[in-house]
């Protein structure tokens, strides 16, 4: 059975930074693209962060580029989510997925607030 457990959201004042996890199980790990995702209130779910299997190669959302850096562990199955320089505009309820086999975790939410 597949399991993603996200954690590490919590609330932020802008300008600061936040880790986020994703702990995978029921699949092997290591031979697949992970990526992070993120919807706001109100708006559609967008691709925020993606890290290709061995972590050689990692695109991000314009909107988060220089900011946001996704890594990989693959011995510990666990992606991460380093988010720096937070703004408002971040809130959103972030989620892991594993594009290669559609499997989405539960959610973790971030929420920027001054």
């Known amino acids: 059975q597949v399991r993603l457990v996200e954690s590490g959201g919590g609330v932020v004042q802008p300008g600061g930074s936040l880790r986020l996890s994703c702990e995978a199980s029921?699949?092997?790990?290591?031979?697949?693209?992970m990526s992070w995702y993120r919807q706001a209130l109100g708006k559609e779910r967008e691709l925020v962060a993606v890290?290709?299997?061995?972590?050689?190669?990692?695109d991000y959302a314009p909107s988060v580029k220089g900011r946001f850096t996704i890594s990989r562990d693959d011995v510990k199955s666990t992606v991460y989510l380093q988010m720096n320089n937070l703004q408002h505009e971040d809130t959103a309820v972030y989620y892991c997925?594993?594009?290669?086999?559609?499997?989405w975790g539960q959610g973790t939410q971030v929420t920027v607030s001054s």
């Open positions: 890290i290709s299997r061995g972590g050689g190669s990692t």
């Open positions: 029921g699949f092997t790990f290591n031979t697949y693209t």
């Open positions: 997925m594993v594009p290669g086999g559609g499997y």
